[in-house]
């Protein structure tokens, strides 16, 4: 049977797609805009049909109705990372959560530590070998596709065919979807005074031939806008946006001095306008790969001068950072900080930086913190922890004492709270 003919042989409706799937099934999801919206509607229209079935997702960005309390024993969504559309379930209760480091999720599937009965995913339209691209989540998706009974795909001409370890064949797919609509777009956030000044501190620490990992949000936003004088700069990131779009367009990324894969910018997710999904169509300049390649530290510290850029809710006086719940309640998980953190602390001449305002809920509550509240979840532990920016100033933590520490943090603290800190380190014996 030829390509063609096997693709027209797969070819489904989204709710016949689904036939196949079991109770107890386990299905994967690729991250954030990757997931496959009709087959993930036809699973929620469908929900009540099966029981047990679950969906392990690291970052879903729409509401479906299979998020559903009600429904939950029939279909329940498992997150390896919150986002607004799970992080209500999950404080509730009705969510679960996989602790995770990003880069293991693949090992933990091959290990049968996370099931991958099903995978569901977009996908770009077939080549003339019978490839489709999975560009938009190579992340744990690769993975889940070699220890899975079934692949069904939604296949949708916008999103782009891209180079790198990202493809699956049509032998291999159980079932397809055709849709053309739209694919999700996430816009660049606002950037306010707060987010400039943390912004330019870092900005400064950035020299000429470093290779980048900036992830989403206003402060790495506001870090990259500040970046247009800089020259030559590489990028090796988990998650390829319009920010660093933006640097490419500019020639600021050429990839020229990357130590390691020179000339290729390297991520494993995209996530980021129609412009980017253009960007990302066949270019020889780019490769997406599954997260154990982009975040393994050892891998990614192959990058000399190699930067990485995190933010945190929290920080405490030893350096501990509470990147990812407030308290014990669950705001979004530990994603790949730790990972970059950890790959910049090994890249020679690397630096690792976690970004953070001053203040949280107006100004009333400080970010830096004599100790993190009971139940926080530690992303960045204080053995990890290397550059620390608000604000304020930049505070280098490794190598420092305890007592250096909680110095150099109430010095980048608002000012409206450091007089509190100093009180709270000389009890704690930290000044």
Known sequence: MSINELY?????????????LRNGDRIIVPTGA???????????ERRREWRGVTVAQILAMRKYGYIDRDTADHVRHVALFFGGATRAGGQQGWIDFTPNYFSEIPSMIQRGQIGADVVLSLASPMDEHGFFSLSLGADYTMAALARSRAIVLEVNPNVPFANGNCHVHISQVAALVETADPLLEVGLPAIGPVQQAIGGFVAEMIE???TLQIGYGGIPDAVVMQLTNKRDLGVHTEMLGDGILSLIEQGVVTNRRKTWLPGTTVATFALGSAKLHRFMHRNPALEMHPVDFTNDPALAARNDRLIAINASLAVDLLGQCGSESLGHAPYSGTGGQADFVRAANRSRDGKAIIVLPSTAAGGTVSRIVPTLAAGTHVTTSKNDVNYVVSEYGVAQLRGKSAKQRAGELIAIAHPDFRAELTAEAKRMGLA
């Open 8 to 20: 027209l042989a797969r070819r489904r409706s989204a709710h016949e797609a689904l036939d196949g």
């Open 34 to 44: 990757a997931e496959p919206p009709a087959l993930l509607a036809a699973l929620s």
């Open 208 to 210: 000429d031939g470093s």
